[in-house]
């Protein structure tokens, strides 16, 4: 490094103390990174200071400016240099780090901000005059007397002109909004009970972008995330040792391609930490192939005592002292709502099915008479090649005639098409399976029951059957034998690089044995040995169930269309395949008539 350019000595550097507005300065490049993180020190201190009601405006991206206004308790005249001042705080006495009750406590945000920005400070406690305290470039003016009905407004201008550099680093005024948007939104959800509000303002002009009354959790949840993902998610609560873990958690066929939809709590606080994150993609690892993320809103509330916040400056990551009795936690409450659910599905995909199924032609107004004539014609022609398969239809009807159709959520089964689906009717209308997800589904909840009770059944082959694998592949297979055989599958080496199969497990049926193996052999490359090793054997009974399947293209019977059913009705996580595919969906009679034109 050339030294003498940063007019250092070369020979004898000395060392010496940087002044207040330098040491601000570093300590803001830690705290505030962009608008988004100024807001959020700033929304914090309202909640601290008890807010029920919280109004933010931002122009030129947060850029220009930064306005936070509170109906909290206020600073008075005499705190106002204090509350300026680094390392002063109101919130501890600094005798015990590890447990802390507020947002706040290491009093650095508001000295940052006043050596990055043009900061202003108006605020009024009960029972005094207003006052205002104005930090620009880090030199601190004078106290003086202001006009404001209650709580606190804090202006924050020109962000970063005093660090020009970090002001290149920005990003568009859009995507800064946007930043501080999903902040605000984030901390909304963490405190329902408070309102809130954020408008852009552009060359005078407000525009409101949020606008959050006081509500419940479930209220807000919906105003934030959208009621979509209320309607397609599970209550999670589950408490342990002091330990609480509740929220909302997406159906997993409502899941996500990042993880922008997950937000996490601890103790109230926002936080984007390693752990939860992992936790729950732990506890969807099941039912969601990888590249997918669950939806969620995650509360974590433990005492104070268990977590230390002051691992980041701003306090995204926390470090709990014991990790794994959250993880574990988490893992068993989410899981535990997820086989409630049962075979549910989510609804979004039958909106999207009955957006797809809504005929081009239907438009009543537009459509001429002599259309919809043209439409009967053409149905009339094709009416006698229907007759036969109408028949087969009601025929089949018959055969299920015995059966309450609404005692079952899935139905009755009706009929098979494409020798893949099955119709049934419910009592609320119509429900299209997948047999070939469905019963894959089926057979791998089989599979991880007997293989958890270590009761596999198997089925001997009459003639073990050799497999010719890839080089290296049959090494692998037959490191995890001992392994293999616990889950059914018997395996010995028969040189080179091949292996003979002697049983496969009983459900699996008589299937391909030889794809069944290189499969098996392709997941045990893929895993090396690095994952855990109920992952890894998920993952194998995952790749077994694949092959145990009714595959698409085998024409079913009534009856057992109606045992899958039944199946389904009675197994945990039934409404979505191994891979994350939904096994079913569900269209409601009123929306098949919203079709028809009948409502
Ligand atoms: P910290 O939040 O870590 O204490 P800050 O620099 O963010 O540090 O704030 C310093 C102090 O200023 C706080 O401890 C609090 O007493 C006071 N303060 C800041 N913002 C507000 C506000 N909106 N309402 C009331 N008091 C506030
Ligand atoms: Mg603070």
């Given amino acids: 490094m050339n030294l003498s350019a940063h007019k250092i000595e070369a020979e004898r550097p000395t060392i010496r103390l940087l002044d207040d507005a330098a040491i601000n300065r570093i300590a803001a490049g830690e705290v505030v990174e962009r608008p988004a993180s100024a807001v959020k020190e700033l929304v914090e201190n309202a909640l601290d200071a008890g807010a029920q009601r919280i109004a933010v405006t931002i122009a030129g991206g947060g850029k220009i400016l930064i306005r936070v206004e509170d109906d909290g308790r206020g600073i008075s005249g005499i705190d106002l240099p204090l509350a300026v001042a680094r390392h002063a705080t109101s919130k501890i006495d600094g005798s015990d780090l590890l447990n802390i009750h507020t947002f706040g406590f290491r009093g650095e945000a508001l000295p940052s901000l006043g050596a990055v920005g043009r900061l202003t400070i108006t605020s ?9 305290i104005t930090v620009a470039g880090g030199a601190v003016g004078a106290v003086k007397p202001a006009a404001l009905r209650h709580g606190t ?7 970063f002109y005093a660090t020009p550099a970090r002001l290149k680093f920005l990003k568009t005024d859009r995507a800064e909004m946007q930043a501080v948007s999903d902040t605000i939104r984030r901390m909304a959800i963490g405190a329902p009970q408070v309102a809130f509000s954020l408008s852009e303002n552009d060359d005078g002009e407000n525009r409101q972008i949020l606008n959050l009354p006081p509500s419940t959790l479930t209220e807000r949840v919906a105003a934030v995330i959208g009621r979509d993902f209320t309607g397609n998610a599970l209550d999670v609560l589950a408490e342990r040792e002091g330990l609480t873990v509740s929220g909302l958690a997406a159906l997993p066929t409502y899941s996500r391609g990042t993880s922008g939809a997950q937000y996490l709590y601890v103790n109230g606080r926002t936080v984007r930490d390693k752990l939860i994150f992992g936790a729950l993609q732990g506890a969807y690892s099941d039912v969601l192939p990888r590249g997918r993320f669950p939806v969620a809103v995650l509360m974590v509330d433990l005492d104070p005592e268990e977590v230390d916040v002051n691992v980041h400056p701003a306090k995204a990551e926390v470090r709990f002292r014991d990790g794994g009795h959250v993880r574990g936690l988490i893992i ?26 809504r005929p081009s032609f239907y438009a009543p107004g537009r ?10 014609d053409a149905q009339s022609l094709v009416l006698p090649g229907l007759s036969e398969s109408t028949a087969a239809w009601s025929a089949r009807a018959d055969d299920t005639v015995a059966e309450p159709i609404t005692a079952h959520p899935l139905g009755a089964a009706r009929a098979q098409f494409h020798e893949n689906y099955i119709i049934a009717q419910t009592g609320a209308g119509v429900v299209i399976v997948d047999q070939h997800a469905a019963h894959e589904r089926l057979v ?53 690089n091949a292996v003979m199969v002697r049983e496969v497990p009983a459900v699996l049926g008589q299937g391909d044995v030889q794809a069944l193996l290189r499969d098996i052999a ?9 994952a855990a090793l109920p992952v890894r054997i998920d993952a194998i009974l995952s790749r077994m169930a694949c092959h145990g399947s009714v595959r698409s293209g085998r024409q079913m019977r009534v009856e057992e269309m109606n045992a899958l059913l039944r199946e389904m009705e009675a197994t945990p996580s039934s409404g979505q395949c191994n891979h994350g595919r939904p096994t079913y969906i569900e269209l409601k009679l009123e929306d098949i008539e919203k079709l028809f034109g009948r409502r």
């Fill in 124 to 132: 009024r406690v009960a029972g005094a005059e207003a006052h205002q």
């Fill in 153 to 159: 407004v804090i202006e924050l201008r020109d962000l």
């Fill in 332 to 357: 068993s409450a989410i899981r535990q709502a997820l086989s409630g659910a049962g075979h549910r599905t989510s609804s979004t995909l039958s909106n999207e099915t009955l957006s797809i199924a």
């Fill in 367 to 376: 459509v001429s008479q002599a259309v919809y004539a043209q439409i009967y």
């Fill in 444 to 496: 791998y909840e089989r599979l991880k029951r007997q293989a958890a009770a270590q009761s596999v059944k198997t089925q001997a082959l009459l003639l073990p059957e050799v497999v010719e694998l890839p080089a290296g592949q049959a090494s692998a297979v037959l490191a995890f034998a001992a392994q293999l055989a616990a889950l059914g599958l018997v395996v010995d080496g028969f040189g080179g």
């Fill in 522 to 530: 392709d997941e045990l490359e893929d895993q090396g040995a690095s």
